[in-house]
Nanobody, 120 residues
Framework: VQLRESGGGLVQSGGSLRLNCTDF????????MAWLRQVPGKEREFVAL???????DYADFVKGRFTISRDNAKNVLYLQMNDVKSEDTAMYYC???????????????WGQGIQVTVSS
């Protein structure tokens, strides 16, 4: 599995951004996928996950603002970020694992990460 994030960058507070994660291996559709984020000096934190059959879960601080989705035909994972806040500034990572517990805490596979910066 090779994961690659795209779509990050600079966005104004209250704006929107969509992150994409592409996997170039056919195992994508069988894996649980997640987005995690990390700020320098702080621990990595779970943002959102989607199982292979579409079960969703979100961290409380993004509920109602972020939406995770996947397109198994295209091997792409998405994170639609709406109404972003300055505290959403972080390095965002795409992650994959064989189950919902590991994908949020200790994924088997990681992307290199992509920076999202929210300006006030």
């Amino acid at each position: 599995v090779q994961l690659r994030e795209s779509g990050g960058g600079l966005v104004q507070s209250g704006g929107s951004l969509r992150l994409n994660c592409t996997d170039f291996k056919i195992a994508f559709r069988t894996l649980a996928m997640a987005w995690l984020r990390q700020v320098p000096g702080k621990e990595r934190e779970f943002v959102a996950l989607i199982s292979s059959v579409g079960v969703l879960d979100y961290a409380d601080f993004v509920k109602g603002r972020f939406t995770i989705s996947r397109d198994n035909a295209k091997n792409v994972l998405y994170l639609q970020m709406n109404d972003v806040k300055s505290e959403d500034t972080a390095m965002y990572y795409c992650a994959a694992a064989s189950n919902l517990v590991r994908v949020r805490t200790a994924p088997h596979y990681w992307g290199q990460g992509i920076q999202v910066t929210v300006s006030s």
